[in-house]
């Protein structure tokens, strides 16, 4: 299970940090990673991190504003977003994969998602 929060509302310009969580059953190693989808539109991958943190990756239009992190744990992973933009409104799901690559383009668990809104 994954556990998302940290979603709300915000100016543009600033900066929120979402958290998700996984619990229950967790068997090896896994990357983990957020998409997010506004409103009328397809999901869309947003970041990632591989299990030991050495690895991210970021969709383009998100590189040099977002920062994904994982916690000391290993079962949670922390989406940092700055310079927010009302185009960044979405609601956020947090996601596992077995690594970074595969996470990207198909994850192997969804979480319920928060919201986050920005106005501009």
């Known amino acids: 299970q994954l556990q998302a929060s940290g979603g709300g509302l915000m100016q543009a310009g600033g900066s929120l940090r979402l958290s998700c969580s996984a619990s229950?059953?967790?068997?090896?190693?896994?990357?983990m990673g957020w998409f997010r989808q506004a409103p009328g539109q397809e999901r869309e991958f947003v970041a990632a991190?591989?299990?030991?943190?050495?690895?991210?990756q970021y969709a383009d239009s998100d590189k040099g504003r977002f920062m994904i992190s994982r916690g000391n744990a290993k079962n949670t992973v922390y989406l940092q977003m700055n310079s927010l933009k009302p185009e960044d409104t979405a609601i956020y799901y947090c996601t596992s994969g077995s690594s970074t690559t595969t996470l990207r383009t198909r994850p192997d668990y969804w979480g319920q998602g928060t919201l986050v809104t920005v106005s501009s």
């Open positions: 229950g059953r967790t068997l090896g190693t896994y990357a």
């Open positions: 991190i591989s299990w030991s943190g050495g690895v991210t």
